[in-house]
């Protein structure tokens, strides 16, 4: 059974802080790696995804992997009130490449 | 550009009705999915295709069934409907396979089943 883990939370950063969420995964042939943001009672949405073992950066969010540790993290920089959500890790392995998610953590920004 | 419509919004259903969830994608996607979301889990996978005449079983199909006639539709039905089946089912569609490329997700149906 593959497993992505990630704290529940909820996760509370101030305005203008760097928000940091976790996430580790069981599947060492693991492929790709995905964050997907939730917000209440919408349908989730792709913020960033990862392939190769480091760095990657868009805007305010940095992706970063690290295979030999299995886990994967998204930092937000300077976060913002409308950065409040839910955000997904959602791995892929196999050859099919198919997707198992992570339960999510919440994130509250607070003004 | 619509992306990935869902139908309905909402649906209340009792105990052993049955009822067919709708999914249409205007992107030309061949891959396309329908998971669920149990309030504070992640999405689990019931069925996904990748193109029109091809359907497989996800993570939890038990319940469930699909078809795949067009490119365009996937809709989900479910049979003898079950509280256990009570939870938000998402569409979603890929231009590769979901481990290679982005989902794109409908607004959701909120189903629940008394």
Redesign the interface.
């Known amino acids: 059974q593959k497993e992505?883990e990630q704290n529940?939370g909820p996760l509370s950063v101030p305005e203008g802080a760097i928000a940091s969420l976790n996430c580790t995964y069981s599947d060492r042939g693991s492929?790709?790696f995905?964050w997907?943001r939730q917000y209440s009672g919408?349908?989730?949405?792709?913020i960033m995804?990862i392939y190769s073992n480091g760095d990657k950066e868009d805007g305010r969010f940095t992706a970063q992997l690290n295979k030999a540790s299995q886990y994967v993290s998204l930092l937000i920089r300077d976060s913002q009130p409308s950065d409040s959500a839910t955000y997904?890790c959602?791995v892929?392995?196999g050859s099919?490449?198919?997707?198992?998610?992570?339960?999510?953590t919440q994130l509250t920004v607070l003004p | 550009n619509a992306g990935v419509t869902q139908t309905p919004k909402f649906r209340i259903l009792k105990i052993g009705q049955s009822m067919t969830l709708q999914c249409a994608q205007d992107m030309n996607h061949n891959y396309m999915y329908w998971y669920r979301q149990d309030p504070g889990m992640g999405l689990k996978l019931i069925y996904y295709s990748v193109g029109a005449g091809i359907t497989d079983k996800g993570e939890v199909p038990n319940g469930y069934n699909v078809s795949r006639s067009t490119t365009e539709d996937f809709p989900l039905r479910l049979e003898l409907a079950a509280p256990s089946q009570t939870s938000v089912y998402f569409c979603a569609s890929s231009q590769m396979p979901e481990g290679r490329s982005p989902l794109h997700f409908g607004n959701g149906t909120r189903l629940t089943v008394t």
């Open positions: 992505v529940s492929q790709s995905f997907y919408k349908s989730p949405e792709l995804f997904l959602a892929s392995s099919a490449r198919q997707l198992t998610f992570g339960s999510g």
